[in-house]
């Protein structure tokens, strides 16, 4: 397969098309990204790679993307704690929605909406001696890239407009589903969500999703077969929060996006890839990214259907 003919193809097509969506600006320091960044890098299974387009080495807030992180880490600590805390249903709901919280008490349908994060960060403040600190080097090593790290002034600026996720977090405290000080489960996830990728990285690092003897290699204290596969099984049904049909349909890849524009796929035994396009359509999911993959898997033939 020739990745980088499809690739070039791809980004040629892509940036004929008139620009739509727009900028993520309820967290304001998102809204100064320049909305006409294109990245794409895919990281083929067994090596060759990367191959990739247009701004591929710059880093972007990955803002949900690191929730696949840090699901990841909670399951290599203990998964029992987790699902008991946590479902794996999709949510047909926007990414900040509290509606089924209060009818489902404080339990979040799964781990890649904004509650369910919010419980991951919990857990994870629980049980790890000096949480950021852990999760970013947690990060660094699957990623393989030592500078990767926190955008504080993005972290400071979701902070101080974060309203739902005060009122997510608050209303779960009140059901007993968040065991430490709301603000410090806060901090922690603002942080989470700050932490800056290139497509290139990003691509590298879902490798850890898509290639079982990649994940095999980094040892017990990582994740086992089983749990990479539950993992992708939730980036599928859950990774596009009420767009993850639409993702499913129009790509046919497990995947996740975030807010900065980023959406990260993995093919399963194939390819891992990452690209960037700050304007979102109306459900938080970058536009032209989803446009990309959609064109990918239909070029390559490659999808999980
Ligand atoms: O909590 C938030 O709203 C952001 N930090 C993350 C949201 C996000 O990326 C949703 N993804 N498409």
Redesign the pocket.
Known sequence: MNYHHVLERIHSEIVSLSPVGKVAD??PELAKIDPNKFGFSLSPVGGGGPVEVGDATERFSI??IAKVLALALALAGGADEVWERVGVEPSGNP??SLVQLEYEAGIPRNPLI?PGAIVISDILISRLPSPKRDLLAFVRKISGCGTVTFNEAVATS?ACC?Y??IAVANLMKSFGNIRNSVADVLDF??HM?SLEMSCRELAHTFLYFADPIRYNRMGSDFLTDAQVKRINAVMLMCGF?DEAGEFAYGVGLPGK????GGIVAVCPNEFSVAVWSPRLNRK??SYLGTEALSRLTTLTGLSIF
């Open positions: 309820y967290i803002q949900s990414f900040n904004n979701e974060g739902r996720n996830y603002v969500c929060y996006s975030g807010v900065g938080g999911n």
